[in-house]
């Protein structure tokens, strides 16, 4: 994204265009960032071709997860209509791993129907039950086995899943005793070992322990784990001065690994590949000025983007058009919805707005659209992918008939 | 609800056999508590008959509505879309209310052409809107302004309203000009004048602060308000050993206000009508140890109820089959959903638990569904109306087909 001729444009199309063509709030995504993403993903762990399971949670809409397949990813599922919209988007089963800490009955056995790579177990109870159905339908059923590292990502409390206070994966005495139970099981071929410590990681250290943890219970049992499921976690810049993860150090530490280890590793990628690839264009509708600050409401709500009200998250935000001019005044940026949770960012000495004019909120390309609602019986967004001067609506605004 | 046999009962069906009839995650609403809560209302209201208009956004359930539309209620509304709800559950749009800060062009139009009571306006920019379109429609639009009493409701700060730091309504002085505006206006008719100081109020001190500054307001200016609205946020009790806003006295002070001011007051209850009617039936799919908790992972998660995740609510939690035995393990239960967030209560002292035992939260009968979404493609549950014996479904359970 770029002003050019003082218009914020993505790729070559000006947002202003977009609105006024398909309305507002909209969801809009880069397919040139896209596949930069996914590209730099693979040039960083080239050494070694992991096979790159796109988290479908971050982003579930079709047309995207197809673009995605295109580039050979697979997808890392958690729920029975995840398996099924990567399978409907075209990824092969034989690249689809099913994360979650409660897989209930019907979805292993749709998993176990549809031949998927992996099913990574994170509970003695949730193994019995794979067990179970696999015996029932006399298949033997590749898994992995979720260790819960005990490492802590140094990310934000919600969004920490390594810790022994989380309820992901087991401990390590409970995964050794697992590897056994998979050992005598005749319906189970232990294949994988997964972790996964958490979401936005920004330093490479958390994931360095990780893996020390990795190395050290492998080196205790003598088992041969096929694959190596790293998770996902990899942060995105959402402020211009947030560090980058040094992927360099992370995929030298991995290569160290697997000189020890001869495995095939997995990772699951879901911000990294779409968070800053989507932006959100919404238009303000009124202007109300207050004692301290202005109030600046847009036509987007907390139902749209939930990521602030419920992480506090901040989300880089620009006008459509520039101006020169900037106001003294502090700009308070909120939704319509009858809440004060529903607010987006405060900006101060930011250029002066007016009503009708169009903010763009970044790098919403990862739990944005999957974490909306229809909250105050509001319509969903339209989605638009962008490709180059092409426009492609991939999802059309809800309508009201869709919701009564 | 009660236990009879030790089943927990809603009315007279046992949770256990909606549970087998209708599956889990499944909303379940008791009639009887509906209407307890509506006549209750009515009665702590009694000696002046105020307009109730129910606060759609707390549930947007279409038979819900119909059958609080059967006690005499009108809507209070935030969107197009519940004004459309609202009508369509055959509200007269005599008896609906539009609020909201951030109305568009549609919005209002769409409300002007339905003739509702009244549109409560809450910025300058709002009530020049109204008045533009109100002029080419030829029409005369009653209108409310929304007043911001800067009056601290002493609830939790993500649900207060009546604060000056909040976007809701005008401040004193920009009250007096927009009065001033709509009295020289030929296509607006100022009829009401509106507040609303937050959610889950408890203390009746807030609201008897609120009013003081309503009279003070009135008294400064000559002007007939035909309503005063007071919005709503009336408290339930979440916990055993929450307190009870004391109706009584707040009743007694609006009786005293109006003394002196002639008006029709107008109330916009959502949580106080339908919040205690309202449980969440969730069956545990795995019980997990950990070092110093078990976590109990039920098949509902924060799509379902994101109360918790949101604004750390806690909803009393009960189980459908009561045994003598009690653990002394504490619990952690969470829902299957792959964020740390998606945690709903902490359970200590709590009787034993089992796999497949069924688990009731109550009082989510307000921004429990109407807050739900689809995240990790869940299918949004079940809802179902109890009355004495008869069970009817009142939106069926989603289908992947309705995602995919």
Do not use: W
Request: aromatic share 8%; net charge positive.
């Amino acid at each position: 994204m770029k002003y050019i001729n003082k218009k914020l444009t993505i790729e070559k199309v000006r947002i202003q265009d977009i609105a006024k063509k398909f309305g507002s709030p909209t969801y809009c995504y880069s397919y040139l960032q896209l596949k930069k993403n996914i590209n730099n993903f693979k040039k960083n762990f080239k050494s070694f071709s992991p096979l790159i399971c796109f988290a479908i949670k971050s982003n579930t809409n079709i047309n995207l997860i197809r673009e995605i397949k295109k580039f050979g990813l697979g997808a890392d599922v958690v729920s029975m209509g995840e398996l099924m919209m990567a399978v409907k988007a075209g990824i092969s089963p034989k690249k689809i791993v099913f994360s979650g800490v409660g897989k209930t009955s019907d979805e292993i056995s749709y998993a176990i129907e549809k031949k998927i790579l992996l099913i990574n177990a994170e509970s003695e109870s949730e193994i019995k039950e794979i067990d179970r159905i696999a015996n029932f339908k006399k298949k033997k059923i590749q898994i992995g086995i979720r260790l819960n590292p005990n490492t802590d990502a140094k990310t934000l409390s919600q969004i920490s899943t390594g810790k022994k206070e989380n309820k992901f994966g087991v401990n390590e005495r409970k995964f050794f005793e697992l590897v056994d139970y998979c050992r005598n099981s005749k319906n189970i071929e232990l294949k994988c070992l997964s972790v996964h410590i958490g979401s936005q990681i920004l330093n490479y250290k958390p994931y360095e322990k990780m893996i020390k943890v990795v190395d050290r219970i492998i080196n205790k049992i003598n088992h041969k784990f096929e694959f190596i499921d790293l998770g996902g976690g990899m942060g995105i810049s959402y402020e211009d001065n947030d560090k980058k993860l040094n992927y360099k150090k992370y995929s030298t530490i991995i290569k160290k690994f697997l000189k020890k280890h001869k495995s095939k590793i997995i990772f699951e990628p879901g911000r990294s590949i779409i968070g800053n690839a989507g932006i959100l264009i919404s238009k303000i509708i009124y202007i109300k000025e207050n004692h301290k600050k202005n109030f600046v409401i847009l036509d987007s709500a907390m139902n749209d983007l939930i990521r602030p009200a419920l992480y506090g998250a901040r989300h880089k935000t620009l006008p459509s058009t520039r101006r020169k001019k900037s106001s003294n005044q502090t700009y308070e940026v909120v939704g319509p919805i009858c809440e004060s949770t529903d607010k987006f960012i405060t900006l101060k000495n930011f250029q002066e707005l007016k009503e009708k004019d169009l903010i763009v909120m970044c790098d919403v390309g990862a739990y944005g659209m999957s974490l909306s609602s229809n909250y105050n019986i509001r319509l969903k967004p339209a989605e638009i992918l962008i490709k180059g001067s092409k426009i492609k609506v991939i999802r059309k605004r809800q309508k009201y008939k869709d919701l009564m």
